[in-house]
């Protein structure tokens, strides 16, 4: 037994790792592609780049995150194939901080947490308080919210910058480098809450937002219905969002932020809660061509052959007229 453990090769005994890293790189990349899509589709007409800033800056926060797990992918790859007798296993706290992926992580989780609590902000606002977002809400207060959410990311990583250089930037950690053990336990649990209840907290006020939405359109005269419409739509849409990232960013957290205190979760499984923060940045795209018309028409004109594009379009939307038609259908039979 112990030849044989000896004639391992490092693919061998890391295997499940290696997997996981594999996973890292090519969800990370799809990631990337498909918020480059995003970035593109709505930056391609002033009329979406000013409507949409904070959808624009959800999807550069999730391509940053795609980006971190390909790196951390590569890297660690790298470094688990390297392994020897003679490797070292240990680094100092500062020298794993000062790598690409463990910053970019950090703001990978917590800006779209921000941009997605703000989304939901807004939501809830358009639906319970109209007038007053009418009057307040425009271009100028969009930029204003994308602005905070970028100071927040950026001060709570100089935060996890500073408090590793002053406190314990020698001791030595393992060479993996996990959020933990660069920043401490203390800023671990806080960019936990952060990425926890800024999905958790959007997905309440979008939801609240959604359910009062369709009670108005059934109360409300018909003159007034499609403007209702319209929010019940939009809502749907940021509902969809924050549903997806409760489910695989918060939920995943909770289970990792409790694991060894509350509950003993296996090492393979732990790696594809991971693995799901990154496949959360994958999802937006399907999410607006599905309910943004305004994003599916613009995705099908850069599409290269025309014909197709306009019958991708009208069937897509034939698709979401037919379930808002029995939608509207289920809720008449409510009233009536």
């Not at 409507?51 to 980006?67: M, P, W």
């Not at 007798?85 to 100092?92: R, V, Y």
């Not at 809502?235 to 932020?257: A, D, E, H, K, Y």
């Not at 060894?260 to 809660?273: E, M, R």
Request: hydrophobic residues 50%; contains cysteine.
């Amino acid at each position: 037994m112990s030849q044989a453990n000896v004639t391992q090769t490092p693919e061998q005994m890391y295997a499940a790792t290696l997997f996981i890293y594999k996973l890292y790189i090519t969800i990370g990349g799809t990631a990337i592609f498909t918020n480059i899509i995003i970035v593109i589709i709505f930056s391609s007409s002033s009329l979406l780049r000013v409507k949409y800033q904070l959808l624009i800056a959800l999807a550069i926060g999730e391509l940053i995150n795609g980006v971190a797990f390909v790196i951390a992918g590569v890297i660690k790859q790298r470094l688990f194939l390297s392994i020897t007798n003679s490797t070292a296993m240990m680094w100092p706290a500062w020298s794993c901080a000062t790598e690409w992926y463990p910053g970019m992580l950090i703001v990978g989780a917590q800006w779209p947490a921000c941009v997605t609590l703000l989304l939901g902000l807004e939501r809830f606002a358009a639906v319970h308080f109209p007038v007053w977002y009418k009057v307040n809400m425009n271009a100028n207060a969009r930029f204003k919210m994308v602005v905070i959410s970028v100071v927040f990311a950026l001060v709570s990583l100089g935060i996890a910058f500073a408090q590793t250089y002053l406190f314990f930037r020698n001791e030595l950690i393992t060479f993996v480098c996990n959020i933990t053990a660069i920043y401490g336990t203390y800023y671990s649990t806080w960019n936990c809450i952060v990425t926890v209840f800024g999905y958790f907290f959007s997905f309440v006020l979008n939801a609240s937002a959604f359910l009062t939405a369709k009670s108005k359109s059934r109360l409300i005269k018909s003159g007034l219905r499609a403007e209702m419409g319209k929010e019940i739509t939009l809502v749907r849409l940021m509902l969809s969002i924050s549903f997806f990232s409760t489910l695989l960013v918060s939920i995943p957290n909770i289970i990792l932020w409790g694991q060894g205190k509350f509950w003993s979760v296996s090492t393979s499984a732990l790696g594809y809660f991971y693995v799901s923060f990154c496949a959360s940045s994958v999802i937006n795209i399907f999410i607006y061509i599905f309910y943004n018309k305004d994003f599916r028409t613009q995705l099908f004109r850069f599409i290269p052959i025309g014909p197709w594009s306009k019958s991708a379009v009208t069937t897509v939307d034939a698709i979401v007229v037919q379930n808002m038609a029995k939608s509207t259908k289920s809720q008449s039979s409510v009233v009536r």
